[in-house]
C-alpha cells in the first residue's frame, strides 16, 4: 500500500472516532472516511472505467473520489468549475476518459456531446453523486498506465495541454511539505482554492491525510469563491473566524483581497493561523509585508504542474522577503548560465499524447522561469523567459520585476508592461477606485526610482476595465495575459509612441 493510503488506513484504526474531515453538512471521522474511500472503490472495480474525468465543488465527496481513484489504480482528471465548456471538451477527449463523477445532477459546464447518457444518481452513507458515461471524440486513446493524476491547467489558450503524474511524485511534495511546514496532528486546513488546482489537491488533501491533520473542505462559495474571478473576503475572512484554521493557501489577488478586507474592518484574525502559504503568481514585497503587520504568517513558495506542483518554499526557520524559499527536500534546483530555473526530483511523466522525452540529460526539467540564488540558497524568481522582451535599445527586460515595482504603489490595482523592439516601455494600468491620473503618475515616478533607466516607464494607458479570466486578460495563476492586453489596447499603444516619437 502506498504511503498515502497507508497513512488514512492507519488513521482509520488508530483513531476512528477522530475527525478527519469537515465540510459543509457535518464531519466524518477517519474510519468513515476509509470506509467511504473503500464503498467508492468497489462500485468503480465493477465498473472498470478507463480513466474518471471528476467534476465537483470543494468538499467530501471530492476528497472520497479521489482517494478512491488512487486506491483502484484508475488516472483521475480534474475538471475545474471555472473551465469553459470548450476547454472540458478538450480535457475529456484529450485524455479518453470515460466516465464523469459529479456532486449535482446537471454540470451545465460538461457538454452534452460528451455525456454519452442522462447521469446514474448513486448514494452511500451520506454521499450523494452522479455518474455520466462519457464518449470522445478521438479515435485512439492515450496510453495512461502507472499515471494517478492528468491535470490541466487553462493557461493563455482553450486547448491546455495534460501533465501527467505518478502518485509517487506527489506523494513525495505531500510528504516534503509536511517536513518544511512542521505539519502535525492537531492541524486544521482550509481549503480556499478549488481541489481541481494540483496545489491544493497535494497540499490541501494530501499534506493532511499524511501529516494526520483536519480537512477543512466547505463548499468554494463559503470561502467567498465564485467561477474564476470573483472573490468576496469578506466570507472569507468570517470562515476563518468561525472554521479556526491553522493553514491556508492564496494566490497573490486573493491575499491583496483579504489584506484590504482586514485593514478596512480592523476585525481580528483567529489565532490558530500559523502558516499561510502564498504562491500562483509574482507577489509584491510590500504586499506580504502589510500582510506581516496585520498578523498574517505569510510564507512565499514556487512551483510548477510538471513538477509536482511545490518546488521551493519559504517557512518561519528559514524566510527571506522577496524571496519564495529554498528548495524542498525532494527537490534538486539549479539555474542556467541564462538564469533559466531547472528542477530535478518528483518530475512529471510527460503531457498527454506526447512521447518527445521532456527532461534533459541530466534528469532536470527546464521551467522557462528566469531566477537566481542568493548566497544562502534563496531562490528569487525575476519573471518568465518567454516573457523577457528586448528594447530598441538591445536591452532585456523581465516585464515581473518591473510589474512587481508597480504593485508596490497603493494607485496600482493591475499593471502589464510592454515594450519589445520600442525605445522606452509602456504600462497598461489598472487603477484602484480611489486613484486619479496625477496620483498614478506620481505612482509610476516613484516605481520608477527602484529601476534602472532602461526598466523605467516612460508611459501609461489606464485600462477600461480591470484583467480577468472572463475578458481572456488574466491567467488563472493571477498572470497578465500580455498578447491579449497588448492587442486589446494596440490603438492607444500606438499613439503613445507616435506622439512620442
Known sequence: MNPLLQALAGKAFASPNDIALIGNNGNLSWLQLYEAVQTLRAWLQARQPRTVALYADNGPFWVIADLACLAEQIPCVP?????????IQHAISDCGADLLLCDHPEPESVPLTVRSEPGRPTAFGDQQFWAFPLTSPRGDTPDLRDTARVTYTSGSTGA???????????????????????????????????????????????????????????????????????????????TLQELRPSSLILTPQLLRGLVQQLQHTGEPLPTSLRFVAVGGAVVAPGLLAEAEGLGLPVYQGYGLSECS????????????????GRPLPHADVRTADDGEIL????LFQGYVGMDTPLIDADGYWHTGDIGYFDDEGFLYVVGRKRDIFITSFGRNVSPEWVEQQLLEQAPIAQACVLG??????????????????????????QANHQLPDYARIGDWVLADAPFTPDNDLLGPSGLPLRDAIQRRYADRITQRYQEAS
Do not use: W
Not at 80 to 87: E, G, I, K, T, V
Open 309 to 324: 506542483s511545490v518546488v521551493t518554499l519559504c517557512t518561519p526557520d528559514q524566510q527571506r522577503r522577496g524571496s519564495v
Open 420 to 445: 519589445e523592439g520600442k525605445p522606452f516601455n509602456i504600462a497598461i494600468i489598472v487603477a484602484t477606485p480611489e486613484a486619479t491620473p496625477q496620483t498614478i503618475t506620481a505612482a509610476i515616478d
Open 343 to 346: 528542477v530535478k526530483g518528483a
Open 160 to 238: 491546455p495541454k495534460g501533465v501527467r503524474l505518478g502518485l509517487d511524485t506527489m506523494e513525495s511534495v505531500a510528504s516534503s511539505l509536511c517536513q518544511a511546514t512542521n505539519a502535525r496532528t492537531e492541524d486544521r486546513h482550509l481549503s480556499v482554492l478549488p481541489y481541481a488546482t494540483l496545489l491544493e489537491n497535494i497540499a490541501g488533501i494530501y499534506t493532511p491525510i499524511m501529516a494526520g491533520a483536519t480537512l477543512l473542505c466547505p463548499g468554494l462559495e463559503r470561502v467567498g469563491i465564485s467561477g474564476g474571478n470573483h472573490f468576496d473576503p469578506a466570507r472569507l475572512l468570517h
Open 79 to 87: 475538471l475545474p468549475q471555472f473551465f469553459s465548456p470548450a476547454q
